[in-house]
């Protein structure tokens, strides 16, 4: 059995409160969402467009991004075509491809989701230490291989 009283290891801290902070956030954009007329995954389709070249992505591409079957991506865009949040196109370089772009109504409703989450983020953030924030990122720097912060200490 664990000794309560010991020491608390830094770095497990430090992933367990970048887990908290990540898994809040995420809770807190699908409630925005939903709020707002989205399910999560077709929130996470308007912003994969919006942050896509020309707001168009084949549905392959969205499939991928979202980590969902292909079927699953289509049909998802083929709903979010008929409340006009997306349209689908042929694509002019091969006929059985098909693109998804993002209406000016779905970009306003993805930004109007990314500004009310980032309003309810200044309460999480302050829910944490400065040094328990900071590690936490650090955390996440150095599992998606940020080099210039590998050694940096973690020290909650």
């Given at each position: 059995?664990?000794?309560?009283?010991?020491?608390?290891?830094?770095?497990?801290?430090?992933?367990?409160?970048?887990?908290?902070?990540?898994?809040?956030?995420?809770?807190?954009?699908?409630?925005?969402?939903?709020?707002?007329?989205?399910?999560?995954?077709?929130?996470?389709?308007?912003?994969?467009?919006?942050?896509?070249?020309?707001?168009?992505?084949?549905?392959?591409?969205?499939?991928?991004?979202?980590?969902?079957?292909?079927n699953?991506?289509?049909?998802?865009?083929?709903?979010?075509?008929?409340?006009?949040?997306?349209?689908?196109?042929?694509?002019?370089?091969?006929?059985?491809?098909?693109?998804?772009?993002?209406?000016?109504?779905?970009?306003?409703?993805?930004?109007q989701?990314?500004d009310?989450?980032?309003?309810?983020?200044?309460?999480?953030?302050?829910?944490?230490?400065?040094?328990?924030?900071?590690?936490?990122?650090?955390?996440?720097?150095?599992?998606?291989?940020?080099?210039?912060?590998?050694?940096?200490?973690?020290?909650?």
């Open positions: 059995m664990a000794d309560p009283c010991a020491p608390v290891d830094p770095l497990q801290a430090a992933v367990a409160d970048a887990r908290f902070l990540m898994r809040r956030a995420f809770r807190m954009i699908d409630e925005e969402a939903r709020k707002l007329g989205l399910d999560s995954l077709a929130n996470q389709l308007m912003v994969q467009l919006r942050g896509a070249p020309g707001r168009t992505r084949t549905v392959s591409e969205l499939a991928v991004r979202l980590d969902v079957p292909l699953l991506a289509s049909r998802l865009a083929r709903e979010l075509d008929h409340r006009g949040l997306v349209e689908r196109l042929q694509s002019p370089d091969d006929g059985r491809v098909r693109l998804v772009r993002a209406t000016d109504e779905g970009i306003d409703l993805a930004r989701i990314g009310r989450s980032r309003i309810r983020f200044i309460e999480l953030q302050d829910s944490f230490t400065e040094e328990q924030r900071r590690a936490a990122l650090l955390v996440w720097a150095r599992n998606f291989g940020v080099k210039q912060l590998e050694d940096t200490p973690i020290e909650p």
